[in-house]
């Protein structure tokens, strides 16, 4: 889609000590630099001088503010208007091959996803209309046969453990779900499995942690949930 929307706050802050996103970022930097910058970062704390520098330098962007104050605005999308910047004028595809995980017994592959009530990193709600899940996100979604294979039950709450050059992350207490994902996969929201994302899986060229290839192993959970997150149906 591609479509900016202005967004505006209507509720006070919930304490005078609650910072803005760019005021952490501004005082980072600040502390971190002091006076070996040669940015005046102090000048950021105004967010129309933010929207001049994403101008300048992001494409579609220009002339941010103004366009801002009109209401939504669409960036360039070359799918929607059939503009495409190759020799021939079309749309180029291209197939990559895909490496068998070789994974080891009992191992599943996880991947780390979003729920509908989630925007990023910032969580607006315990449910997901998505994957009929609602009341709570510490969940960890598996193959029914799978589940019947590894000796789990729909609705245990189980242990999840990551594995990557003999270095083992756990995180506690989440509930298995049956789920018609491919088998030898699993799935859990993101940041509740941050901590199982080893940081030295990155990818070869962007050093982006492998949040979506971690291997993992499930083990009942020795202690006892709440009634935790329910399945629709």
């Excluded at 002339?63 to 079309?90: K, M, Q």
């Excluded at 207490?173 to 941050?194: D, H």
């Amino acid at each position: 889609m591609g479509i900016i929307n202005p967004s505006r706050g209507v509720e006070s802050p919930s304490s005078k000590d609650l910072l803005s996103e760019v005021e952490i970022i501004v005082r980072l930097a600040r502390a971190t630099f002091g006076d070996r910058s040669p940015f005046d970062w102090n000048a950021l704390l105004d967010n129309d001088r933010v929207r001049d520098h994403i101008g300048r330098v992001i494409p579609g962007f220009e002339d941010f503010n103004a366009r801002i104050r009109r209401g939504p605005f669409y960036l360039p999308n070359g799918a929607r208007e059939r503009v495409f910047h190759t020799p021939s004028g079309r749309a180029a595809f291209s197939v990559c091959s895909v490496r068998e995980p070789n994974l080891g017994p009992r191992e599943l592959l996880m991947t780390t996803v979003r729920s509908h009530d989630q925007f990023n990193t910032t969580v607006y709600g315990l449910d997901d209309r998505y994957r009929g899940i609602y009341g709570g996100r510490r969940v960890v979604f598996v193959n029914p046969d799978d589940l019947k294979e590894l000796e789990l039950k729909a609705g245990q709450w189980v242990d999840i453990t990551s594995h990557f050059d003999g270095e083992m992350r756990v995180a506690r207490r989440f509930m298995a779900v049956a789920y018609p994902i491919a088998r030898r996969s699993a799935a859990t929201y993101f940041p509740e499995a941050n901590v199982l994302v080893p940081i030295r899986s990155v990818a070869a060229r962007s050093n982006q942690p492998a949040q979506k290839c971690v291997r993992i192993t499930l083990q009942p959970s020795e202690t006892a949930g709440d009634a935790g997150p329910r399945r629709a149906g």
